[in-house]
């Protein structure tokens, strides 16, 4: 143990310089603010007893507000999939015009104030907007529904996709799929195999960072989702109620919950991303 502990302060056998110094930060920034926030979370909820968190377990508006934090998610991300793949098709093997600004605008919604991209959506999409109008008088409801939601999703989470495939992308060489057509492959074959076989642990990638995103944004959903419990109420916007309710068991047994599922539907994702990353690998 005293031989580890030298051997590590004086830098073990790597030759990095600020080997130490950037373990250290890193270890120190780690436990700061990631470990011990969820440490804290985690003990929180159980400070009163079980009483309090067994009685969330029973709130049939939380499962509600989880359900369509959660599905709507999933929804949204699984629908940025083929529109980022295709995005970063384009900017990677396009050469249309106006590329360099269709390359910024994928980056907008990083930039942008979740609320200023909340307020867009609900002016476009109302029944009065500019996109909801024509859909109003075809009988589809967009803004106040869970659609709504789904949509701003879509938006905050599209550049997770496509910034996410884009380098693979860059990083594929031609010579492989015309090799593929040289040997014989059909086109299916060389979509299927050359191309997409790589593109899958990225495109996984993009789908878990769009899905994790989506789980906890708030201000891009309230104003655009209605905010109606059992139908349109996310679990970010039932915790701020429970807050501001006084009622911190409540939220933070929420914020318990919606850490749980978070973490074991992102550890699925990520148990998927390395099957599909070996099928990818092999000849």
């Known amino acids: 143990m005293k031989r580890a502990c030298v051997a590590f302060w004086r830098g073990g056998d790597s030759a990095l310089p600020g080997y130490r110094l950037a373990l250290v930060v890193t270890l120190l920034w780690t436990g700061l603010f990631i470990a011990l926030p969820l440490c804290a979370l985690i003990i929180r909820p159980w400070q009163d007893g079980v009483g309090p968190v067994l009685a969330e377990l029973h709130d ?13 998610a999933a929804v949204a991300a699984l629908l940025n999939v083929p529109i980022g793949l295709f995005l970063a098709w384009m900017l990677v ?44 008088k075809m009988g589809v409801s967009v803004a106040y529904t869970q659609w709504g939601i789904i949509i701003a ?51 996984i990638t993009g789908f878990g960072l769009a899905f994790a995103r989506g789980v906890g944004e708030y201000g891009s959903v309230i104003f655009i989702a209605g905010n109606q419990p059992f139908k349109s109420e996310i679990a970010p916007l039932l915790i701020v109620v429970r807050l501001q309710e006084f009622d911190y068991d ?34």
Not at 60 to 72: I, V, Y
Not at 102 to 124: E, H, R, W, Y
Not at 181 to 186: D, I, N, S
Not at 269 to 282: C, D, E, N
């Open 153 to 203: 999703l879509m938006f905050v989470g599209l550049p997770f996709v496509v910034r996410t495939v884009e380098p693979v992308l860059k990083a594929l060489p031609h010579e492989q799929e015309e090799a593929a057509r040289l040997l014989g492959a059909k086109p299916w074959q060389v979509i299927t195999r050359v191309v997409l076989a790589p593109l899958l642990p990225p495109l």
């Open 60 to 72: 049939t508006r939380m499962f509600a507000a989880l359900w369509t934090s959660f599905f709507s």
């Open 250 to 283: 409540g939220a933070t047994a929420i914020a318990l919950v919606l850490l749980v599922i978070s973490l074991a539907a992102l550890a699925g994702i990520g148990v998927l991303r390395r099957r599909f990353s070996a099928w990818g690998a092999m000849p």
């Open 93 to 136: 093997r396009g050469n249309l015009p106006g590329q360099r600004i269709a390359d910024a605008l994928i980056d907008l919604p990083f930039a942008l104030p979740t609320a200023v991209s909340g307020i867009t959506l609900a002016t476009l999409y109302s029944p009065q907007g500019w996109l909801g109008y024509p859909l109003a």
